[in-house]
């Protein structure tokens, strides 16, 4: 089956790291950009940045540049987000979702994971 | 970066009637580079058009797009009870940008 398997759930305090993981099966990992996108409770989606697997480039969008890191283990099929010192304001869910074979837009998702920061 | 404007922001419509869903970009979308996605309550969105106007596998036929430089529209010809849900606009011919989304609601 075709799919992308995301981490669980995280509660994190502020000033936290927290690196989360995206597998990828069923297709070959390295020949689609996965994208990393963000919704906040009851908005839109926003997204973050896109990586492509095979040799590791990246897109960011200007609004997330510098805030998380990207990165992919080709061995496991593995995406990640991670962030190195969180904040409240980076509670929402996040999607990490597979690009088309050759445009940008999405055509499988993840479930997603919930990452609660709280003190 | 361009920003993707949705309208209206609320439709109120029984199952059975049309839907006509707005997405209007502050500049011209590069080659009609636009998707829609729909989304339901607690799920992850779901791709439905690429290219403006191409429906992706599996997508019902009553869904339709069409539209080209800053002016796309997704059409819902009869609504089934399970179209009431969000539904995103998304650029991708210069990075990515997402619409603010149109919640579609049972009347």
């Known amino acids: 089956e075709v799919q992308l398997v995301q981490s669980g759930a995280e509660v994190k305090k502020p000033g936290e790291s927290l690196k989360i993981s995206c597998k990828g099966s069923g297709y070959s990992f390295t020949n689609n950009w996965i994208g990393w996108v963000r919704q906040m409770p009851g908005k839109g989606p926003e997204w973050m940045g896109i990586?492509?697997?095979?040799?590791?480039?990246?897109r960011h969008s200007p609004s997330f540049q510098g805030q998380v890191t990207m990165s992919v283990d080709k061995s496991s099929n593995t995406a990640y987000l991670q962030w190195g010192s969180l904040k409240a304001s980076d509670s929402a869910m996040y999607y990490c979702?597979?690009?088309?074979?050759?445009?940008?837009?999405?055509?499988?998702w993840g479930r997603g994971t919930l990452v609660t920061v709280s003190s | 970066e361009i920003v993707l404007t949705q309208s209206p922001g609320t439709l109120s419509l029984s199952p059975g009637e049309g839907a006509t869903l707005s997405c209007r970009a502050s500049q011209s979308v590069y080659s009609e580079y636009l998707a829609w996605y729909q989304q339901r309550p607690g799920r992850a969105p779901r791709l439905l058009i690429y290219g403006a106007s191409s429906r992706a596998t599996g997508i019902p036929d009553r869904f339709s797009g069409s539209g080209s430089g800053t002016d796309f529209t997704l059409t819902i010809s009869r609504l089934e009870p399970e179209d009431f849900a969000v539904y995103y606009c998304?650029?991708?011919?210069?990075?990515?940008?997402f619409g603010g989304g149109t919640n579609v609601e049972i009347k």
């Open positions: 979702a597979r690009c088309s074979d050759r445009y940008w837009y999405f055509d499988l």
């Open positions: 990586i492509y697997p095979g040799d590791s480039e990246t």
């Open positions: 998304q650029q991708y011919g210069s990075l990515l940008t």
